[in-house]
């Protein structure tokens, strides 16, 4: 049954496939101490859901076992040249190092057509496979990012990667650059042998953060990470972390960039046929310039439609002050006057960032 489940998990795209038990994950003691520690921010629903995240005879009443999936979203270009690592010369913010200067940084994982949109009809397939092989009575339940499972520690149990000093997983095969997606089903497989951790002694990831918000090895301080700022984060973003932003406007690569393993990373043969190049370093000025309606429509079926045009434009006002020059002052006034209070008080900050720089 394991074979022709992960043969046609390969079939429909997936690049691994593993298998682990439904017991609670391993972390579930560290999760509690996360939440209660506060670094999730305003991501209530981590906290709503927390019971079901530690354990998952909740989410699936008498499930057996999870079976873990990844997908992997390296693509060509990414991948081209040296190292990346070897490319920093010092602590400017790496992902804005080769762009033009008004060009905005868009993290790698968004530069597709919504992967949880891809994803969702193959993970459908799949589990009707799983139900189909167990005969009457087996239920699958399968989820890519928004169930209520910590994923990434559940992947780890199953031997699909190890988690990594900035809580990522990590694969020996894919590096960094993957997504991760699950199915839950009341079907009883052998698990797989879960992986060890292989992070050693290296600390990239930690000393690359802008904001430092690895707090500690595999302890993420959610409210200083630029991922969260730009993209769960529905208020103003906190002025003492604007300017580590750099010219990011949706999302964050630093901490996964550094990463030794990404060396054994290939090109993903998937989400290639979703690309949107045009996501990777929009031009700044005309992102300003978007109504809503536009907004709606340049961003159509893109993870990037997530932070609303309130959220992107007030990341792009913090990308301005951060890299912009006296050509974008005439459309930060216009976004002051905005009707949007989030959008005009981030677009006056930026003048006053740009201004200073020219009076210095
Ligand atoms: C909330 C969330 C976020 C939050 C919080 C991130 C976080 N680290 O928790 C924010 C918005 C910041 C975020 C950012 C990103 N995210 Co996110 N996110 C999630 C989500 C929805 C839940 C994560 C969660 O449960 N966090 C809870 C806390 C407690 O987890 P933790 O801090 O990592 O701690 C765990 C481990 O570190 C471990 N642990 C703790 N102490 C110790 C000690 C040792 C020794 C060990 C071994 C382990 C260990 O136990 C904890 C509990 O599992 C998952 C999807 C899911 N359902 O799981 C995606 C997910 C983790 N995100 C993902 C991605 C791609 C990203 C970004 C790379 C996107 C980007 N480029 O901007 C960044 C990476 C930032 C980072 N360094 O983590 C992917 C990761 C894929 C992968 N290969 O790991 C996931 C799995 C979504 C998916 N299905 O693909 N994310
Ligand atoms: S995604 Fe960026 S801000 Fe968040 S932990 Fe990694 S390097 Fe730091």
Redesign the pocket.
């Known amino acids: 049954m394991k074979n022709s489940i992960l043969h046609r998990a390969l079939e429909l795209g997936f690049d691994a496939c593993r298998i682990t038990t439904a017991e609670p ?1 391993s ?2 003691l ?2 509690r101490r ?2 209660a520690a506060r ?2 921010g305003e ?1 209530a629903y ?1 906290e709503r859901n927390a019971s079901k ?1 530690v354990n998952p005879q909740e989410v699936l009443a008498d499930a057996k076992t999870i079976i873990t999936l ?1 997908v992997n979203y390296a693509s060509r270009s990414d991948l081209s040249g040296a190292p990346y690592v070897s490319r920093f010369t010092d602590h400017a913010p790496r992902s804005t190092l080769h762009a033009p200067r008004s060009a905005g940084i868009v ?4 530069r597709y057509t919504d ?1 949880h949109d891809v994803l969702a009809e193959r993970l459908k397939k799949l589990a009707q496979h799983i139900n189909d092989l167990g005969g009457a009575g087996t239920r699958s339940l399968w ?11 559940l ?2 149990r199953s031997g699909l ?3 990594g000093k ?6 020996r095969q894919l590096g ?6 699950e199915i839950i089903t009341t079907l009883r497989l052998d698990p797989d042998t879960p992986a060890k ?1 292989l992070c050693g002694s290296c600390a990239r ?1 930690l000393a690359a ?1 802008p904001t430092q ?2 707090v500690a ?4 301080d ?1 409210r200083r ?4 700022l ?3 984060l529905r208020g103003a973003i906190p002025v003492e972390l604007r300017p580590a932003m750099g010219a990011r406007i ?4 630093d ?2 960039e550094v990463c030794p393993w990404n060396r054994f990373a290939r090109e993903g043969n998937l989400m290639k046929q979703y690309a949107r190049t045009d996501l990777a370093t929009p031009d700044l000025l005309e992102l300003l310039a978007l109504d809503d309606a536009a907004f709606k429509r340049r961003f159509a079926n893109t993870p990037i439609l997530r932070t609303k045009r309130r959220g992107l434009l007030r990341n792009v006002c913090v990308a301005l002050g951060n890299v912009g020059d006296q050509n974008a002052l005439p459309a930060l006034e216009r976004a002051a006057r905005d009707e949007e209070p989030l959008i005009a008080e981030h677009a006056r900050w930026a003048m006053e960032q740009i201004q200073a720089r020219q009076a210095g």
Do not use: K
């Open positions: 994950p972390a579930a560290e999760f996360w939440l670094y999730h991501m981590l995240r990844a993290a790698r994982y968004a992967y989820y890519v990012d928004t169930g209520p499972l910590l994923e990434r520690d992947a780890q990667g190890f988690i900035h809580t990522n997983l990590i694969s960094n650059w993957f997504f991760l997606a951790n990831c953060c918000a690895i090895p595999f302890q993420l959610a990470c630029i991922s969260y730009t993209i769960e949706f999302g964050c690569d901490c996964l």
